[in-house]
Every structure is written in C-alpha cells, then in structure tokens.
C-alpha cells in the first residue's frame, strides 16, 4: 500500500500538482484557512493587488468575506478591476498606501510583478528576469488611516486581515496606517531577506519596527530562491497582541 501511494504520489507531483496532508504551519494556504476562521476575518486589505492574484487565491482558498483591493499602475488595475466586477465583494482602488497623502513617480518594470516606488539594484536585474524598468507612472498615495473609514463603510465591524506585497514599500504603508492600527487583527508582509531593491529596509529591522507597534511573528513562508537556494523573500504573517479570538 505504501509502495502504491508512493508511485501515485510522484505521478503527480511530475504534473506540478501535488497530495498531502491538511498541515498549517508548512502551507500559507492552510494557514490562513485556519486563522481565518478562528479569528472570524471579514476583511482582507490586499495593498499591491496587481493582477488579484492574491484574491483569487483567496477564493480558491475558501474564503467568502470581502476583499478591498489597492494598485496604482494603470494597466494592473485594468486587469484588477476586470476581476473585481465579477465579484459583489471585492472592490479595487486605483492608488497606492502610503505614509502620507501625495502624488509619486512608480517604476512600472517589464514584468509588473516588480513594479515598486524603489529602483531595482544590480544583483535584482541580473537575478530576476523582468525586473528592468521599462517606464515611470505618476500615481496617488494615500494613507490608510485617512481612507480605511471609507473603504469598510459597507461593512458590518470589520475585522481585518492587511496583506502588503509592494515590493519594498510594505513599511511605508504600515506608517500610514498609524491611527487604525487597533482595526488590524492580523498583517501579512513580504520580508526582503536578500534586497533586490537599493534603499530597502532590511528583513530584521523591518521585523522590530512590526514588533515595536504591538504585532507579533506568527508565520513565515518562503516566497523565492536564488539559483545557490538562498532565501530572497519571505512572507511573514503577524498577530496583534493582545488578540481577540472569536
């Protein structure tokens, strides 16, 4: 019996498809099917929604509440905006969040996926294929505690999960977010362990500034590897402390 699963096992995996045990402390997807429900989130703060990737991974995942979705570049908010008008609870915003309320210049790079407020370093563009700047784009910055009101007007005592993939900028959103961070239960942030951004915080101290405004390490999840296998990115989920649990 253990032979036969074995074989199954790896006939499928030789798909790029895979079979195992539900076990949420090796899997995001898991992870947050748990903690969704024990904490009873009713809403995710997508900020860096590009595509909506990040949504639609959240429905595959089961979950049904809403999703309020922010991205600046044009184009990735066409294609967002596409997927948010198939879906009575998801919305998206064409702007960035930010730690004050201005206008910016963004670097939109030939793969969209590394678009960022800050310019890609050598060792990025010759790692990572698509991470050359291909143009600028002026977008709106907005601070989250002056929108958050707003955006969560339709809902009922929001209990909110922030999700920052912004490609260095997640701290800079998080300052942004200094008169409601009481509102967040849990913060999702994607950690640069090597930078491929000049100018990025460094994962440690990232992680002290998170802890010093009273959210704690719950999860860590590998995003990327080198080619040597070392650790790029990593996304790190965070509780608030104390944490109310329904």
Same mark, same amino acid.
Request: overall charge neutral.
């Given at each position: 019996?253990?032979?036969?699963?074995?074989?199954?096992?790896?006939?499928?995996?030789?798909?790029?498809?895979?079979?195992? &045990?539900? %076990?949420?402390? $090796?899997?995001?997807?898991?992870?947050?099917?748990?903690?969704?429900? /024990?904490?009873?989130?009713?809403?995710?703060? !997508?900020?860096? =929604? &590009?595509?909506?990737? %990040? =949504?639609?991974?959240?429905?595959?995942?089961?979950?049904?509440?809403?999703?309020?979705? %922010?991205?600046?570049?044009?184009?990735?908010?066409?294609?967002?905006?596409? @997927?948010?008008?198939?879906?009575?609870?998801?919305?998206?915003?064409?702007?960035?969040?930010?730690? !004050?309320? $201005? $206008?910016?210049?963004? /670097?939109?790079?030939?793969?969209?996926? %590394?678009? +960022?407020?800050?310019?890609?370093?050598?060792?990025?563009?010759?790692?990572?294929?698509?991470?050359?700047?291909?143009?600028?784009? $002026?977008?709106?910055?907005?601070?989250?505690?002056?929108?958050?009101?707003?955006?969560?007007?339709?809902?009922?005592?929001?209990?909110?999960?922030?999700?920052?993939?912004?490609?260095?900028?997640?701290?800079?959103?998080?300052? =942004?977010?200094?008169?409601? @961070?009481?509102?967040?239960?849990?913060?999702?942030?994607?950690?640069?362990?090597?930078?491929?951004?000049? +100018?990025?915080?460094?994962?440690?101290?990232?992680?002290?500034?998170?802890?010093?405004?009273?959210?704690?390490?719950?999860?860590?999840?590998?995003? +990327?590897? !080198?080619? /040597?296998?070392? #650790?790029?990115?990593?996304?790190?989920?965070?509780?608030?402390?104390? #944490?109310?649990?329904?």
């Amino acid at each position: 019996m253990t032979s036969l699963r074995n074989k199954l096992m790896h006939l499928i995996r030789a798909t790029g498809w895979s079979v195992r &045990r539900f %076990f949420p402390d $090796t899997c995001l997807a898991d992870y947050l099917h748990v903690l969704f429900h /024990n904490l009873d989130i009713n809403c995710v703060l !997508d900020v860096g =929604g &590009r595509h909506g990737q %990040f =949504g639609e991974f959240l429905r595959d995942n089961g979950y049904r509440g809403d999703i309020i979705s %922010f991205e600046p570049v044009a184009e990735n908010y066409r294609l967002l905006n596409h @997927r948010c008008s198939r879906d009575s609870r998801w919305t998206g915003y064409h702007y960035a969040l930010g730690s !004050d309320d $201005t $206008t910016r210049e963004i /670097n939109v790079t030939e793969s969209t996926s %590394f678009s +960022s407020f800050l310019l890609p370093n050598d060792w990025g563009r010759k790692t990572f294929l698509g991470s050359a700047v291909k143009k600028m784009e $002026t977008v709106t910055v907005r601070r989250l505690d002056g929108i958050l009101g707003e955006v969560t007007a339709h809902i009922d005592r929001p209990r909110i999960y922030l999700k920052m993939d912004t490609q260095g900028w997640d701290l800079e959103v998080f300052r =942004g977010a200094r008169g409601c @961070r009481d509102d967040i239960m849990v913060l999702q942030t994607e950690l640069s362990v090597q930078p491929i951004y000049k +100018s990025v915080i460094a994962w440690r101290e990232a992680i002290m500034e998170f802890e010093q405004n009273g959210f704690a390490v719950s999860a860590l999840f590998p995003v +990327s590897r !080198d080619r /040597n296998l070392r #650790l790029v990115e990593t996304d790190c989920v965070m509780v608030r402390s104390p #944490l109310t649990i329904t």
